[in-house]
Antibody, heavy 120, light 107 residues
Framework: EVQLVESGGGLVQPGGSLRLSCAAS????????MNWVRQAPGRGLEWVSY????????YYADSVKGRFTMSRDNAKNSLYLQMNSLRDEDTAVYYC?????????????WGQGTMVTVSS | DIQMTQSPSSLSASVGDRVTITCRAS??????LNWYQQKPGKAPKLLIY???NLQSGVPSRFSGSGSGTDFTLTISSLQPEDFATYYC?????????FGPGTKVDIK
């Protein structure tokens, strides 16, 4: 079964750090670009970051640039998001999502999400 | 960055109704427009990719059209399981952006 499973969410104080992980299974992880997408409580979807299959290209939304770092380990079929200098407005459910090149780079597989709460 | 807008922001409809949601991009995105359905507490689900292509397993009552800057998602006959929030997303730029969403609820 094609699957993405996020972990690492939790409660953190403003200014703190957290590292999210996303474990992929059921497909050739190294062949796909990947993304993080977040959703604040009661709000819409916000794309956060993108990484190409080889890690050669990484992009970030302006709202997280300079604070978040996306990476991947193709040998471990894993995706990561290092989040530093966290702010209240980073509180959200964080999803990892696969971008399918043969589907116009639509996000065809999503994880179940992991909740990050930034609060003192 | 490419900005996406959707209308309406919400709508009330009955089972069997034909529903149309529109999405507009701030610049031409060719056909790199995708539609997702999200139900409360669940991850989004891909419905339509490339503006008009039905994702595998998605019922044929869903359809998409448009190119350039203006796009539509149509549900030909609304079913009880279709009450959800729908998002458009552009994949023309790898600074992917989503529309603000359209909530479809029961009249």
């Amino acid at each position: 079964e094609v699957q993405l499973v996020e972990s690492g969410g939790g409660l953190v104080q403003p200014g703190g750090s957290l590292r999210l992980s996303c474990a992929a299974s059921g497909f050739t992880f190294s062949s796909y670009s990947m993304n993080w997408v977040r959703q604040a409580p009661g709000r819409g979807l916000e794309w956060v970051s993108y990484i190409s299959s080889s890690s050669r290209t990484i992009y970030y939304a302006d709202s997280v640039k300079g604070r978040f770092t996306m990476s991947r380990d193709n040998a471990k079929n894993s995706l990561y998001l290092q989040m530093n200098s966290l702010r209240d407005e980073d509180t959200a459910v964080y999803y990892c999502a696969r971008a399918a090149g043969d589907l116009s780079y639509a996000f065809d597989i999503w994880g179940q999400g992991t909740m990050v709460t930034v609060s003192s | 960055d490419i900005q996406m807008t959707q209308s309406p922001s919400s709508l009330s409809a009955s089972v069997g109704d034909r529903v149309t949601i529109t999405c507009r991009a701030s610049q031409s995105i060719s056909s790199y427009l995708n539609w997702y359905q999200q139900k409360p507490g669940k991850a989004p689900k891909l419905l339509i990719y490339g503006a008009s292509n039905l994702q595998s397993g998605v019922p044929s009552r869903f359809s998409g059209s448009g190119s350039g800057t203006d796009f539509t998602l149509t549900i030909s006959s609304l079913q009880p399981e279709d009450f959800a929030t729908y998002y458009c997303q552009q994949s023309y730029s790898t600074l992917f952006t989503f529309g603000p969403g359209t909530k479809v609820d029961i009249k």
